[in-house]
């Protein structure tokens, strides 16, 4: 099946920097990818709905300067969490959609601001 | 707006026997239904979905599930687990249509686990 790579998978950082994951779709054309956040045993949450281009469609309760999503190619789409806090850490997925294909997601990226 | 229950948070099985997941969706309009696999600190792998046609979908590894509409419920099941099947299992739903597809809302979750 097709291959979406997220990075870092692990990243650690301290309270008040910005820290940006990237998600790529290897060997397809992704015009839409999502980002969904995942809370330690919990169920994941869409974030926000990324489209090659345009601005990112965010989920109400989702804060667009605190998550800012940049889509400026077919295969890459990255989320910088700013400012980052304890709050912020968490299991971050993004997944990428081609129109004639299920959606793929890549490994994920553990969060932790100290 | 969609919603997905998973009615059970764990289920603990023995080494060959039959396991069944539970999910139940509601929506007003038409959905896909998906069963995914997550494994511990890794990302999501698409066991199987139903988009349409047969009510009867099989998916990777041996398992299947059945989209019942009247009852809205949408279970996986398996006839026979193996240790590696050890995982936490969701079920998730999107609105059925193009524009849609991969947008999902996920169920709680259900932890699989399979004993010797």
């Known amino acids: 099946g097709a291959v979406v790579s997220q990075h870092p998978s692990r990243v650690i950082c301290k309270s008040g920097t910005s820290v940006k994951i990237e998600c790529r779709s290897l060997?397809?054309?992704?015009?839409?990818m999502f980002w969904y956040r995942q809370f330690p045993k919990q169920s994941l949450m869409l974030m926000a709905t990324s489209n090659e281009g345009s601005k990112a469609t965010y989920e109400q309760g989702v804060e667009k300067d605190k998550f800012l999503i940049n889509h400026a190619s077919l295969t890459l789409s990255t989320l910088t969490v700013t400012s980052a806090h304890p709050e912020d850490s968490s299991f971050y997925i993004c997944?990428?959609?081609?129109?004639?294909?299920?959606?793929?997601f890549g490994q994920g990226t553990r969060l932790t601001v100290v | 707006a969609q919603s997905v229950t998973q009615l059970d948070s764990q289920v603990p099985v023995f080494e060959e026997a039959p396991v069944e997941l539970r999910c139940n969706y509601s929506s007003s309009v038409s959905v896909y239904l998906f069963w995914y696999v997550q494994y511990p600190n890794q990302g999501l792998q698409l066991l199987l979905k139903y988009l349409s046609g047969s009510t009867l979908v099989k998916g990777i590894n041996g398992f299947e599930a059945e989209f019942n509409k009247s009852q809205t419920s949408f279970h996986l099941r398996k006839p026979s687990v193996h240790i590696s099947d050890t995982a936490e299992y969701f079920c998730?739903?999107?609105?059925?249509?193009?524009?849609?597809?991969?947008?999902?809302?996920f169920g709680q979750g259900t932890i699989l686990t399979v004993h010797p």
């Open positions: 060997d397809f054309q992704a015009t839409t």
């Open positions: 998730a739903v999107s609105k059925a249509g193009g524009t849609s597809y991969g947008k999902l809302t």
């Open positions: 997944s990428a959609r081609d129109p004639s294909t299920e959606a793929f």
